[in-house]
């Protein structure tokens, strides 16, 4: 039992690795021990992180996120029931924010963190990564299930979930870009979110900030002949409203400069739901743009599109 508890735990470790690193977080910190310095949590000396990732924030001006990642694994899949899958999750996020709590004032993460030599605000965040194993239920979505979730935390730090399904999902868009024939040289696209992006950066970069990585949207910008181009991956499937909704996020963030817009979903007909694209389309024909719906879940029909 215990054997299997271990494997599956590295396994978990392992598949986080290198999600992270499809986002750019390579340079990561691994198996961090940090003391513990509050006797309210009740548990061993040290807390051990199994990942902290630095880096400049590109929607934050001035500021220097500290994320520190906790990988949970679970070799069967969620609990079944909602209630189980709420305990299951509390119990992850409460052990996360102790980590976290302890980790911000920790000596050596502080010399570290000035190691980096970051900007001069510093914002730390937890990030949990709960992934299973049961390929029956890849997509389940746990989110109306989170609504219910009230946690204690004591960190005073914003916590970020990744499940089963946001991870899959960023696996299947990243993947899907990069074997299309424009997949050779890519970077993640920032919106302005509101009033945080960064004025002194570029609004561009190989890196996707955690915010990001807490969206249903990635979105892409890659270069198609000498044009700037943009492709919008979305955890959503096809409808005349999705597509309005997405074909208008698009033009807000490319504010002009591109010509060329991808827009990916989960499901998309190319026969069956023609009529409806071309429809939601047709709003846009004055924007003088080029813009191709696709399904990222590929299969045969896809060739209709071509």
Same mark, same amino acid.
């Given at each position: 039992?215990?054997?299997?508890?271990?494997?599956?735990? #590295?396994?978990?470790?392992?598949?986080?690795?290198?999600?992270?690193?499809?986002?750019?977080?390579?340079?990561?910190?691994?198996?961090?021990?940090?003391?513990? *310095?509050?006797?309210?949590?009740?548990?061993?000396? $040290?807390?051990?992180?199994?990942?902290?990732?630095?880096?400049?924030?590109?929607?934050?001006?001035?500021?220097?996120?500290?994320?520190?990642?906790?990988?949970?694994?679970?070799?069967?899949?969620?609990?079944? /029931?909602?209630?189980?899958?709420?305990?299951?999750?509390?119990? !992850?996020?409460?052990?996360?924010? #102790?980590?976290?709590?302890?980790?911000?004032?920790?000596?050596?993460?502080?010399?570290?963190?000035?190691?980096?030599?970051?900007?001069?605000?510093?914002?730390?965040?937890?990030?949990?990564?709960?992934? !299973?194993?049961? @390929?029956? %239920?890849?997509? @389940?979505?746990?989110? @109306?299930?989170? %609504?219910?979730?009230?946690?204690?935390?004591?960190?005073? +730090?914003?916590?970020?979930?990744?499940?089963?399904? @946001?991870?899959?999902?960023?696996?299947?868009?990243?993947?899907?870009?990069?074997? $299309?024939?424009?997949?050779?040289?890519?970077?993640? &696209?920032?919106?302005?979110? /509101? %009033?945080?992006?960064?004025?002194?950066?570029?609004?561009?970069?190989?890196?996707?900030?955690? #915010?990001?990585?807490?969206?249903?949207?990635?979105?892409?910008?890659?270069?198609?002949?000498?044009?700037?181009?943009?492709?919008?991956?979305?955890?959503?499937?096809?409808?005349?409203?999705?597509? *309005?909704?997405? +074909?208008?996020?698009?033009?807000?963030?490319?504010?002009?400069?591109?010509?060329?817009?991808?827009?990916?979903?989960?499901?998309? !007909?190319?026969?069956?739901?023609?009529?409806?694209?071309?429809?939601?389309?047709?709003?846009?024909?004055?924007?003088?743009?080029?813009?191709?719906?696709? +399904? &990222?879940?590929?299969?045969?029909?896809?060739?209709?599109?071509?």
């Amino acid at each position: 039992m215990g054997e299997s508890s271990k494997t599956s735990g #590295e396994n978990g470790e392992k598949i986080t690795e290198e999600l992270l690193k499809l986002i750019g977080w390579s340079n990561l910190l691994k198996g961090v021990s940090v003391p513990c *310095n509050d006797k309210s949590h009740n548990r061993e000396k $040290t807390h051990g992180n199994d990942f902290i990732f630095i880096y400049d924030s590109p929607l934050h001006e001035d500021r220097t996120d500290v994320v520190y990642v906790s990988s949970k694994n679970a070799k069967n899949g969620y609990p079944r /029931g909602d209630q189980g899958v709420r305990t299951t999750l509390k119990e !992850h996020l409460s052990e996360l924010d #102790e980590i976290v709590s302890c980790s911000k004032i920790s000596p050596e993460i502080s010399q570290t963190i000035q190691n980096f030599k970051g900007r001069k605000q510093k914002k730390h965040a937890g990030l949990l990564v709960w992934l !299973h194993g049961d @390929r029956e %239920n890849l997509n @389940r979505d746990i989110r @109306r299930v989170l %609504n219910h979730i009230r946690l204690d935390l004591k960190s005073n +730090c914003p916590l970020y979930l990744m499940d089963m399904s @946001r991870a899959s999902f960023i696996k299947a868009a990243i993947s899907h870009f990069r074997a $299309t024939k424009y997949g050779g040289e890519y970077q993640f &696209y920032y919106p302005k979110l /509101g %009033n945080v992006i960064a004025n002194n950066d570029e609004r561009y970069g190989y890196i996707l900030p955690i #915010e990001l990585i807490a969206s249903d949207l990635i979105p892409i910008r890659f270069i198609l002949g000498e044009r700037p181009s943009l492709c919008l991956y979305a955890k959503q499937g096809f409808s005349e409203e999705t597509l *309005n909704k997405l +074909c208008s996020l698009a033009f807000d963030f490319s504010d002009g400069w591109v010509k060329d817009i991808f827009i990916g979903l989960e499901s998309y !007909h190319p026969a069956d739901d023609k009529q409806k694209k071309d429809s939601v389309l047709m709003a846009y024909q004055e924007r003088e743009a080029n813009i191709k719906v696709f +399904c &990222y879940k590929e299969t045969i029909l896809d060739l209709l599109e071509c």
